[in-house]
């Protein structure tokens, strides 16, 4: 699979939007974008995923460069609840989604 | 509905003692994978299973470690002679689709493990 980087951490008011950056140079065609949240003490939280077309649900925007080489995750209104560890995986979906995380980017929403 | 249910929560073993944890997936869940997370670092593979099918094993650290799924829903994480570097959380998870897929995978909230 692709590596990802993300930064370790990340800072934002409460309100306001929330941009996570990921680059994965290295992804291949076929390569899917999956991000997930982990908040203390719970097993990570499935939140959006994409190939190459920006994606949006109820959580989050995902939006995918057109080069597919960098993605940006975006929270339009960050609330205290979403402090959390943010991971940004690519996964082949030809390889069982065995998915590599990282140590992805905790991210502090403060009032 | 019912998501991914991880037993025990907690669970703490004097080395060189086995222990088993249990995962209950999401029903019809056709695949089903268990992660070990060290403290501060993201979850780490260890193993794949597809219905009852172990078709990776890849992550799996030593041959103290065994995972089995034989009715093809539940599947119970087995360390024998438990050592302290096996402290972490075993976390499990299902998706609903065979492997060759894009679904996403659905966590438990996994057993923190401690060794003393």
């Known amino acids: 699979d692709a590596k990802t980087t993300q930064p370790p951490s990340m800072d934002c008011a409460e309100g306001r939007a929330a941009n996570l950056p990921c680059n994965h140079s290295t992804i291949s065609g076929n390569e899917y974008v999956y991000w997930y949240r982990q908040i203390h003490s719970q097993g990570p939280q499935y939140i959006i995923h994409g190939l190459k077309n920006n994606e949006t649900n109820e959580m989050a925007s995902l939006i995918i460069t057109e080069d597919r080489k960098s993605s940006t995750l975006i929270l339009p209104h960050a609330t205290l609840r979403d402090t959390a560890v943010y991971y940004c995986?690519?996964?082949?979906?030809?390889?069982?989604?065995?998915?590599?995380f990282g140590d992805g980017t905790t991210l502090t929403v403060k009032p | 509905g019912a998501g991914v249910s991880q037993s025990p929560r907690y669970k703490v073993a004097k080395r060189g003692q086995d222990v088993a944890l249990r995962c209950d997936p999401i029903?019809?869940?056709?695949?089903l994978f268990w992660y070990q997370q060290a403290l501060g670092q993201g979850p780490e593979f260890l193993t794949y299973?597809?219905?009852?099918?172990?078709?990776?094993k890849s992550g799996l650290p030593s041959d103290r470690f065994f995972a089995e799924r034989p009715e093809g829903s539940v599947s119970t994480l087995k360390i024998q002679r438990t050592q302290q570097e096996d402290s972490a959380v075993y976390l499990c998870a299902s998706s609903s689709r065979g492997g060759y897929s894009n679904q996403p995978q659905h966590f438990g909230d996994g057993t923190r493990l401690s060794i003393l």
């Open positions: 995986i690519v996964s082949h979906n030809t390889n069982a989604g065995k998915s590599t």
């Open positions: 299973f597809q219905n009852e099918a172990q078709l990776d």
């Open positions: 029903s019809g869940h056709v695949s």
